[in-house]
């Protein structure tokens, strides 16, 4: 690769790699931003769900 320094062990260099914003270096969009937001939004929810349970006990 000429014109970068590149790692001859992992092969990545500083400024190599998807440029941000890529969407085709994502594979399954599991760690997005909106991905993370929903998994805490529907933890959220379970604890205020088990809270109501528990209350009503």
């Known amino acids: 690769m000429q014109g970068k320094k590149q790692c001859r062990m992992p092969g990545g260099a500083?400024?190599?790699?998807?440029?941000?914003?890529?969407?085709?270096?994502?594979?399954?969009?599991?760690?997005?931003?909106?991905?993370?937001?929903q998994r805490q939004a529907v933890s959220a929810l379970l604890r205020r769900s088990c809270q109501m349970l528990d209350d009503l006990k």
């Not at 400024?15 to 993370?36: Q, V």
Request: glycine content about 20%; overall charge positive.
């Open 14 to 37: 500083g400024g190599s790699g998807a440029l941000n914003g890529n969407r085709h270096a994502l594979k399954t969009g599991l760690h997005t931003k909106e991905m993370i937001e």
